[in-house]
């Protein structure tokens, strides 16, 4: 039943951009957009001046490691942190060997993409990318199903004196995982939004979605 409200959120939940939520996450926070605020808050300002930037920053790196990993299934060692997570509304997925697994498993149903892809900087070390693949499932006929998601990205901050940049993302700052310092600039979470809609949080549904991924990480590796 917590599945089901978890997958049922997925499918039928209301849109809430990730880009609007950082926005007012920013907005809650008390920043000030003006010039004077902006040479004061440094890299936070500006990564909102090239938020839609797709050649600046991280965002060409990003693009490509999430749509190399849903459409072939790759995983690089290189970009991705070893406690990367992954989390859908079915799923989460722990480390990069069950990320890795997950992604292989999807090549089972043939993804494509549907619509270019785009990306956009929502914080320092966060980015959403907006997808509309296809996948070809039993029973859906040879056009398959389409899913529209925001991949929402993190990457691991970088450190200055041993403390997270202060405008590095909460979610990573609050994440368990501990990253070493060779890892900045990898990618650390991943998290899939399908129709734009929030993922359910909090008690049972991440403990269920993580009952899910082990399920799953133990049954793909033998069936598919």
């Not at 900045?184 to 734009?196: A, D, F, H, Q, T």
Request: proline share 5%.
């Amino acid at each position: 039943m917590v599945e089901a409200c978890s997958i049922g959120q997925g499918v039928f939940g209301s849109p809430v951009s990730a880009a609007e939520e950082a926005r007012e996450l920013q907005a809650r926070r008390g920043v000030d957009e003006s010039p004077a605020s902006a040479s004061a808050s440094g890299s936070a300002a500006a990564w909102r001046g090239n938020a839609r930037c797709e050649s600046c920053s991280h965002a060409p790196f990003v693009l490509k490691q999430v749509e190399r990993m849903y459409l072939t299934g790759g995983v690089d060692a290189n970009a991705f942190a070893s406690s990367v997570v992954f989390e859908d509304p079915a799923a989460l997925v722990e480390g990069i060997d069950e990320v890795t697994e997950a992604f292989r498993a999807v090549q089972a149903f043939a993804p494509t993409k549907a619509r270019e892809s785009s990306i956009e900087r929502i914080g320092d070390d966060t980015y959403v990318v907006n997808t509309v693949m296809r996948y070809k499932l039993p029973l859906t006929g040879p056009e398959g199903i389409t899913v529209r998601s925001e991949v929402v990205v993190d990457l691991v901050p970088k450190k200055k004196d041993g403390i997270l940049n202060d405008a590095a993302d909460e979610r990573v700052s609050i994440e368990p995982q501990q990253h070493s310092p060779m890892e900045s600039g990898k990618i650390c979470r991943i998290e899939e939004r399908w129709n734009g809609a929030k993922l359910l949080e909090g008690f049972p549904f991440d403990l269920i979605r993580r009952g899910t991924g082990l399920v799953s990480y133990a049954a793909t590796k033998a069936v598919v």
